[in-house]
């Protein structure tokens, strides 16, 4: 049992050295990993679980025993452990076998690999710090209190002291006996700390022009937005739109899989999304994000000069930034992108991006993220 200690104190650096090791191989294969989604589906509620190819599995080695044991007995290079000989098999290759190692990775961690191979700067919250949680700070001692927050340091401070003071204090026989009198306890004071809060809305084009690859390119992409902004804040809300002719507030797992057909009225969305702000969350209290996905088709010039009507008289001044990514479509005209920068181009609450396939959603990331939001 003394040997315990001494063995987790060895083993700590080479843990330590694996874990860097496994962070590594994350950096260099992050492209990889956000452009397939293999993490996504790997997901559990607060970890990742991460193939990682080509990486030396930790193994126990043996050292020299000449007490005896296996290997160390009468016999011949290939004479068969036991009474039955191994079955003949397929000739030994000469190339090394690929491992292929699971690990799991808290979202947390995720997020700052994320964070330091595109440098993404930390989130300051913009005056949005009104709304308070509480919380219980040890500051004083008391006479009085539950024996769970008892002091025992204390309480044998103020035994001594009495014995001392009474004379009843044996150097030669310490044996120091607490009384009721001599207990003291922790006690407590409730502060009230700000709490920055931040909701973000999806909001994505489902009508027919926007097929498989498109969608999954969005649940790609807003994974990893998510686990950059749940690590920037202590709390976080998530509502879904989508969108056609008409719009509608969904949960997660309709955004991502819903199936439309039709036309396209990009305002619908916006309608939405400005109703939930006001319904839901507080501009002055809550820090707002809402993140479009579009092939770019609208259904007319009407439609688009109410929806740049929306974005500058309530969705930008509610939010701390509004960004909207265009994925390229064969059956959409990408329009509507530049219709964003005709008319916002001069306002930096507006961030664009053009993904036109899997291997851009990591730049698309940095594009979105890279301001500090």
């Known amino acids: 049992m003394g040997r315990g200690p001494?063995?987790?104190r060895r083993i700590d650096p080479e843990t330590n050295r694996f874990r860097k090791i496994v962070r590594g191989k994350i950096r260099d294969n992050l492209k990889q990993y956000i452009s397939k989604g293999e993490l996504i589906g790997r997901q559990g509620k607060k970890t990742v679980s991460i193939p990682l190819p080509q990486i030396d599995i930790p193994n126990f080695r043996y050292g020299r025993n000449e007490a005896g044991g296996v290997g160390q007995g009468p016999g011949g290079e290939g004479t068969p452990i036991g009474s039955e000989e191994a079955e003949s098999g397929s000739e030994a290759g000469d190339q090394p076998g690929e491992h292929i190692l699971e690990v799991d990775v808290t979202l947390e961690e995720l997020a700052e690999i994320l964070g330091e191979e595109l440098e993404l700067p930390r989130i300051e919250p913009k005056g949005r710090e009104s709304i308070h949680t509480t919380k219980e700070r040890y500051t004083g001692i008391n006479k009085t209190g539950p024996e769970s927050l008892r002091h025992f340091r204390r309480t044998f401070k103020e035994a001594l002291r009495r014995q001392i003071q009474s004379g009843n204090y044996d150097p030669k026989l310490p044996i120091v006996v607490p009384t009721r009198e001599d207990r003291r306890y922790r006690s407590w004071k409730t502060h009230s700390i700000p709490q920055s809060n931040a909701v973000i809305i999806y909001m994505m084009d489902v009508s027919g022009s926007m097929g498989n690859e498109q969608k999954e390119i969005v649940r790609i992409e807003s994974f990893w937005l998510d686990t950059w902004l749940q690590s920037q804040y202590q709390n976080i809300e998530t509502r879904y739109i989508i969108h056609d002719a008409s719009a509608k507030v969904v949960d997660a797992h309709t955004f991502f899989h819903v199936r439309e057909s039709g036309g396209t009225k990009i305002s619908s969305a916006y309608k939405l999304a400005k109703e939930l702000i006001e319904r839901e969350f507080n501009?002055?209290?809550?820090?707002?994000?809402?993140?479009?996905?579009?092939?770019?088709?609208n259904w007319g010039g009407d439609d688009t000069s109410l929806c740049m009507e929306l974005l500058r008289e309530y969705l930008l001044p509610a939010s701390n930034v509004f960004c909207y990514g265009q994925v390229k479509s064969a059956y959409g005209s990408g329009q509507f992108i530049k219709d964003l920068r005709d008319n916002l181009s001069d306002d930096d609450r507006v961030i664009l991006s053009e993904i036109n396939s899997r291997d851009e959603?990591?730049?698309?990331?940095?594009?979105?993220?890279?301001?500090g939001l």
């Open 361 to 371: 959603i990591l730049g698309s990331i940095k594009t979105f993220l890279g301001k």
């Open 6 to 8: 001494d063995v987790v």
């Open 283 to 297: 501009p002055g209290e809550w820090n707002i994000y809402p993140f479009h996905f579009s092939d770019g088709d």
